[in-house]
Each structure stands twice: as C-alpha cells, then as structure tokens.
C-alpha cells in the first residue's frame, strides 16, 4: 500500500469518520450544486470510510468507490450498498471506464498523492460527457488560534513539516484552479471555501486526533522525538481546559467543480 502519511491504524480510520461527520454538510451541499440527481453513476476517489458514499446514495445516486485499503472500501461499500474498487489511482488509469461516471468525486485524495495534476487528469477521463468533476482538499495553513497559542504553533510546526518532508503539499486546496488547468481540464466553472471557526474547546480533539497520526512520521522523520509528543499531548489537554474560549481555525476546505461537455 502507499505512503499514505496518516498511518492505517484503527485511530486514523475513527479520527476520518469524525471528520467526515464534520464536513458531511459542506460536501451535501457542494454535491447538490454539482447537479447530482437520483440514478447518477456516482465514483468517490479515495473513498476511505465510504462517508461521501453514504451522501451520493442518499441523493439516489449509484455509488462506486475506489481506494488502495481494501479493506476500508469493502466496508465502505457494504455499509451504503454501493460497489468498490480496490486501485492505486496514481498509477491505474483502468480502474474504471473511461466516461463512466456522471459524477466524479474526491475528497482529501489529491493531498496525498504524489502528482495530483496527473490524478485530476484520470479522473477526468473518467467522467462522461455531460457528466461533472467535484474535488475538495484542504489548505493546512489556516490553522491556528487566537491569540496565539505556542501549542498550535507546535501542532503546525511539527504536522506542515512531516508533509513537506513526505513530499506532499499543504496547500493543495489553494492550488485546485492552477491544477486543472496543468491537467488540461480548464478553469473550474466554479469553487468553494468552506471553514469551521471555533474554540480551543471544541477544537482540540481535532488537533489532538490528527497529530497522533502524524507523530509516528514525524519521529521517522527526526521533527519530533516521543519525549516531545507525550509533552504536547498533555500541554493541548492543557491548553483546552485553561484557553477554551480562545478562537481557533480549522483547515480551510475548498472545492472545485468542472463539467464537461454533452
Ligand atoms: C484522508 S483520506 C480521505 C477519505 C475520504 N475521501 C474522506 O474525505 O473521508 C484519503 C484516502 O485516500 C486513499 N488513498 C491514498 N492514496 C491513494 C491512492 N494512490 N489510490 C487510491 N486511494 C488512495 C487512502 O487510503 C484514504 O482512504
């Protein structure tokens, strides 16, 4: 299996199904405006825990979803009755018929994936004509707390560092309308920035969740040792007791959409 620089653990998997819980309005809303309408042939891209499944098959769409854990996607599949494909979407151009879909999908998939110009190009071929592509990715840069806190200093330091050091680019979100044009797809028709601001109370799970599953890179890496990941844990517990009503950013979520000719 890939890099996948989250780890594959039963954490990272419960940490993506509440953050699918977080963003599941944003990403109905964004599919609604997509068009997506009842027996469209519907194809989730880095499918994981099958959330966004879960909201093509309540809109009646038909739902396939594609991504290199196997095992997530059987489950995924399973869980909402729709189909899955077990693929590297780097490498498979294959993996699905060309024109396939009414409806091409991916969350948070070209964030982890080495070339996503060359991604976004496949899963354009996988749409058909009339048919539209949906992306959402994050831009990691916006997180942060006010006023400043040297905790989520540390959180940004140590997981915007482990990406870079795997190669991968916190800011793809921001990059979306650069990368359909270099995939020969042209501007998106149109894009979304979705946010959630809100207190160290409520966001300190969040923080928490997400630098548990990069602490093990991050150690590999030499950007953090054990020593310093148990003093963070216990400094953001910290933190949220004594700071709850400090602001604090989520990462931004942004969207883009293109459809493609009858
Ligand atoms: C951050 S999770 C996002 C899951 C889901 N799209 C969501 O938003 O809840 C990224 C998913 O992409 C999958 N993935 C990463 N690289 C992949 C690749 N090269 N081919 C297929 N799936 C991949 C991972 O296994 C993981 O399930």
Redesign the pocket.
């Known amino acids: 299996?890939?890099d996948?620089v989250?780890g594959?653990t039963v954490e990272e998997y419960e940490r993506?199904r509440r953050?699918?819980e977080v963003?599941a309005p944003d990403t109905a809303r964004l599919l609604d405006r997509a068009g997506l309408s009842p027996g469209d042939r519907c194809l989730?891209?880095?499918?994981?825990?099958g959330?966004?499944m879960d909201l093509m098959v309540t809109r009646g769409g038909r739902a396939t979803g594609?991504?290199?854990?196997e095992d997530?996607g059987e489950k995924a599949a399973a869980g909402c009755g729709g189909t899955f494909v077990a693929?590297?979407?780097?490498s498979d151009d294959d993996a699905v018929p060309a024109g396939g879909f009414d409806l091409v999908y991916?969350?948070?998939?070209l964030?982890?994936?080495a070339d996503p110009a060359a991604?976004l190009r496949r899963m354009w071929r996988w749409v058909a004509p009339g048919g539209v592509l949906v992306v959402q990715d994050y831009d990691m840069r916006a997180v942060d707390s006010n006023p400043p806190l040297a905790v989520v200093d540390e959180w940004r330091r140590v997981f915007l560092g482990a990406y870079a050091a795997a190669g991968r680019d916190v800011r793809l979100g921001f990059r979306l309308p650069t990368l359909f044009a270099e995939a020969g797809i042209g501007a998106p028709d149109g894009t979304d920035v979705t946010g959630r601001l809100g207190t160290m109370a409520d966001s300190a799970a969040m923080l928490t969740a997400t630098f548990r599953s990069i602490a093990p890179l991050a150690i590999a890496r030499g950007l953090l040792t054990e020593a310093q990941r148990d003093t963070w844990l216990s400094e953001i517990d910290t933190a949220a007791r004594v700071y709850p009503e400090h602001s604090s950013m989520w990462p931004l979520l942004l969207g883009a959409v293109k459809r493609r000719p009858a």
Not at 66 to 69: E, G, H, K
Not at 106 to 109: A, H, M
């Open positions: 299996m890939s996948y989250m594959r993506l953050q699918a963003w989730d891209v880095g499918c994981g825990t959330a966004v594609i991504d290199l854990d997530l693929a590297n979407v780097e991916g969350r948070l998939i964030l982890h994936v991604v």
